[in-house]
């Protein structure tokens, strides 16, 4: 009986490594119109690791900001990938993940860090570090 159930455990904390998770969202900026959508892509590996990347796209400069106005006005629907790494508490349900390289053909992103947190539905919320600011 005891090598069933140990069975059984390792088997379930197997499946949970090499999990890959994946969330649709929009980000914004407090106190600004800029819009972002995006879908993160997470996988899960031993020792509470996590590695994954973000699909970034341009929904809305900030009409309060002439610079974002010039800049991303063009580039509205164009997208990027932002390569990020970092760890997960299961207990918690948080995240905190780092960027650490970008394909970026048409310069929409820069690379950022996040503090994220996920509910027991799988919705998640959270800061970014939006470069410093």
């Known amino acids: ?3 069933f159930l140990v069975l059984i455990i390792l088997l379930n904390a197997t499946t949970l490594f090499g999990q890959t998770k ?3 969202g929009v980000w914004t900026k407090i106190n600004t119109t800029y819009s972002f959508e ?3 892509f997470l996988k899960i590996k031993e020792g509470n690791k996590v ?3 973000f699909l970034w796209k341009v929904v809305q400069y900030d009409k309060n900001n002439k610079f974002s106005e010039n800049h991303y006005q063009n580039r509205i629907g164009k997208t990027a990938k932002e390569y990020v790494k970092g760890t997960y508490n299961p207990s918690a349900g948080k995240y905190h993940l780092k960027g650490y390289k970008k394909d970026d053909p048409h310069s929409i992103i820069g690379i950022d860090t996040y503090e ?4 027991k539905k799988g919705r998640i919320g959270g800061t970014s570090n939006t470069n410093g600011t």
Request: no cysteine; hydrophobic share 40%.
């Open 1 to 3: 009986m005891k090598r």
């Open 22 to 24: 994946i969330f649709t």
């Open 38 to 40: 995006f879908d993160l």
């Open 51 to 53: 590695e994954g990347y």
């Open 116 to 119: 994220i947190t996920e509910d």
